[in-house]
């Protein structure tokens, strides 16, 4: 935790950007199992890294996945599970998703278009929420900003919920994120990065500077 805010570092693919995640404070450290992402490490990359890999919470990032692909990576010891969804996925699902790994341990991440909220069904299966930038061909990992105001209208109503803000966060625009969506909890990915898959600790150090320099992380 960096002065009151949790920090998921995302997209590492090594154990030396892992480290350096470790170093800069970050609470979860993000390992991409989607097949279509450019930063993906498969699940055997991941139990190769896994035993030497820093003492902090891991995530599983996918995508709608199939029973055995989710089961896999609860066998591989991952302790949270970030999975993104269009919103029309069937609430069964959903709650399958939950039943397997834990309303608890699942971060649940829809891909919301302009003027959609995360669906009730949604909001009753899991503790913790993931809202990204909306790109209607990607599901994450667009590396703009997303809507603050929705994030923070949606934090506001559900406040016994956790919200994580994600979208193009990097240490120039960080606190200006803090500050409008008052969120306590921030993904990073591409903002700290030289290129994809491959993190820049000069990024990581700088970003860390910004969050310990805003007011609202300080609060």
């Known amino acids: 935790m960096v002065h009151g805010i949790r920090l998921k570092i995302c997209g590492l693919t090594s154990l030396v950007d892992a480290g350096a995640a470790d170093a800069a404070g970050a609470d979860y450290l993000g390992f991409n199992l989607y097949p279509e992402s450019p930063r993906r490490v498969t699940l055997d990359q991941y139990r190769a ?102 994030f923070r209208r949606h934090r506001e109503a559900h406040p016994e919920k956790n919200w994580i803000l994600a979208g193009g966060l990097a240490p120039e625009n960080v606190a200006a994120a803090l500050a409008a969506t008052e969120a306590r909890w921030i993904d990073v990915n591409s903002g700290v990065e030289r290129a994809p898959g491959v993190k820049d600790s000069g990024k990581i150090t700088a970003l860390v500077a910004a969050l310990r320099g805003s007011p609202r992380a300080r609060a």
Do not use: I, S
């Not at 996945?65 to 269009?86: I, K, N, S, T």
């Not at 909001?123 to 105001?149: E, I, Q, S, Y």
């Open 49 to 150: 890294m896994a035993p030497r890999l820093p003492d902090r919470k891991k995530v599983a990032v996918m995508v709608e996945p199939a029973d055995a692909e989710l089961a896999a990576a609860v066998q591989a010891g991952f302790d949270c599970f970030q999975l993104h969804f269009r919103p029309e996925a069937p609430a069964e699902r959903l709650a399958a998703w939950a039943g397997a790994v834990g309303r608890d341990r699942l971060w649940l991440a829809p891909r919301l278009p302009p003027g959609a909220d995360v669906p009730a069904a949604a909001l009753a299966l899991a503790d913790t929420f993931l809202l990204d930038a909306f790109d209607g061909k990607r599901f994450g990992g667009v590396g703009r900003p997303g809507d603050w105001a929705k």
